[in-house]
């Protein structure tokens, strides 16, 4: 069984950074393609960050492009989302999700129903 656990979350202020942590048990981290969603009340989820199981590969939405960085750190099984000069509209419950397959790069990475895992979630909160 995989289990995913999500921690980092908060409350902050518009222009902080905050970075988010999944750890990942169960299976072979390593062989997983990993993303990163987030879902604002009465919105649709949306998709934030991807990363390939080697880490060479990663791909980000247009809406938090050059301010979200995505890594992995194979050896702690850790998926991370480092998020700089948050917005008012960061705002939301931010989920983890692993994609046993691993096989994904790119673009590909943004498909939801690829995933076959989920955390909880973490909330992060924006303030002005």
């Known amino acids: 069984q995989v289990q995913l656990v999500e921690s980092g979350g908060g409350l902050v202020q518009a222009g902080d950074s905050l970075r988010l942590s999944c750890e990942v048990s169960?299976?072979?981290?390593?062989?997983?393609?990993m993303g990163w969603f987030r879902q604002a009340p009465g919105k649709q989820r949306q998709f934030v960050a991807g990363i390939s199981r080697s880490g060479a590969s990663t791909y980000y939405g247009e809406y938090v492009k050059g301010r979200f960085t995505i890594s992995r750190d194979n050896a702690r099984n850790t998926v991370y989302l480092q998020m700089n000069s948050l917005k008012l509209e960061d705002t939301a419950a931010y989920y983890c999700?692993?994609?046993?397959?691993?096989?994904?790069?790119?673009?590909?990475?943004?498909?939801?129903?690829?995933?076959?895992?989920w955390g909880r979630g973490a909330q992060v909160t924006v303030s002005s």
């Open positions: 169960g299976g072979t981290f390593s062989n997983y393609a």
């Open positions: 999700a692993a994609d046993l397959r691993g096989l994904r790069v790119g673009e590909q990475l943004m498909r939801a129903l690829e995933y076959d895992y």
